[in-house]
């Protein structure tokens, strides 16, 4: 089948969080009939090489053949996760990580990190490169092999969570699995610096204009997928609380980069990040036009 579905890229250091997102990269790459390119920043006067002192010129060439050993390792991880047919490519640029990767993500399909352990793509790196990617970007968190569990979008009606749910759609048909379409607002969402008053207010009503949103999101997808179960779920509960609890039987959340609550200058919003960090499952956040081809 020819490579049209681009690249997922993958950052690579030294981590077990690292080792697995190569796992998870490359059975993504072999599912889209695509390349998988692995990126290593080798950044030798900064983080793990040295704290801004230069590097004599032994010890910068001792580490990077250690970094073009776990690189190898990785490409060996790769073939044995995603198949021998699989094309692996490697870059190692003399950049920073976040840098790096950042520029690999341009033109790429998706961008995936692991996301935790005491690597170079740790923590903050991780929430730098899901605001800034050009594309997706996963981070795999939580049950990170095989899972029969359902791909889980969240959606709120914004055109951040049009474009993740097309991606979810595209995950759970080429995956062969349900898709749980998650819908949840909160009092403060609709009623503000009211919330906390005493207002009588009809849930029946707000309800069933939260499940007319739902609805139109929906509409036209179904018929493009016709073999993706689909449930709905409508509830009064905080989004990332109510997709918090579903990453516990998912093999895949995905998300918007900010929904319709978020302010127009913040990057990432707050359910997104807090998923990143706490999603007990992979993670897939799409950015403005940078959803999975």
């Keep these: 089948?020819?490579?049209?579905?681009?690249?997922?890229?993958?950052?690579?250091?030294w981590s077990e969080a690292s080792t697995a997102a190569v796992r998870w990269a490359a059975a993504d790459a072999a599912r889209h009939h695509g390349r998988l390119h692995l990126v290593h920043g080798f950044s030798p006067f900064t983080g793990r090489y040295g704290q801004a002192m230069p590097a004599l010129r032994a010890l910068h060439d001792d580490l990077a053949d250690n970094?073009?050993?776990?690189?190898?390792?990785?490409?060996?991880?790769?073939r044995d996760a995603g198949g021998e047919e699989l094309e692996v490519t490697t870059?190692?640029?003399e950049e920073n990580p976040a840098e790096a990767l950042i520029a690999a993500s341009r033109g790429a399909r998706a961008l995936v990190l692991g996301a935790s352990g005491d690597g170079v793509l740790a923590g903050t790196t991780a929430v730098q490169l899901v605001s800034?990617?050009?594309c997706a970007v996963v981070v795999v968190r939580?049950?990170?092999?095989p899972a029969a569990g359902p791909v889980v979008a969240g959606v709120d009606g914004s055109p951040f969570s049009e474009r993740a749910l097309?991606?979810?759609f595209e995950e759970a048909c080429r995956r062969g699995a349900p898709l749980v379409a998650v819908h949840a607002w909160s009092d403060d969402d609709l009623l503000g610096g009211l919330g906390s008053f005493p207002l009588v207010v009809d849930w029946d009503a707000v309800r069933q204009d939260e499940e007319l949103v739902l609805a139109e999101r929906m509409a036209?997808?179904?018929?493009?997928?016709?073999?993706?179960?689909?449930?709905r779920v409508v509830v009064r509960d905080r989004p990332r609380h109510q997709l918090i609890d579903w990453s516990r039987q998912a093999q895949l959340v995905v998300v918007g980069s900010r929904?319709?609550?978020g302010f127009a200058g913040l990057l990432l919003g707050s359910t997104s990040q807090a998923l990143i960090h706490h999603a007990e499952c992979p993670v897939m956040v799409v950015r403005p036009g940078g959803e999975p081809r």
Excluded: C, I, W
Excluded at 1 to 13: K, L, Y
Excluded at 142 to 145: C, L, S, W, Y
């Design 220 to 231: 036209g997808r179904q018929e493009r997928y016709p073999d993706v179960k689909v449930d």
């Design 91 to 93: 870059a190692m640029p």
């Design 142 to 145: 939580g049950q990170h092999g």
């Design 67 to 78: 970094a073009r050993d776990f690189l190898a390792a990785a490409v060996r991880v790769a």
């Design 166 to 168: 097309a991606a979810a």
């Design 1 to 13: 089948m020819p490579n049209s579905a681009g690249v997922t890229v993958a950052g690579v250091d």
């Design 259 to 261: 929904g319709r609550g």
């Design 132 to 134: 800034h990617a050009h």
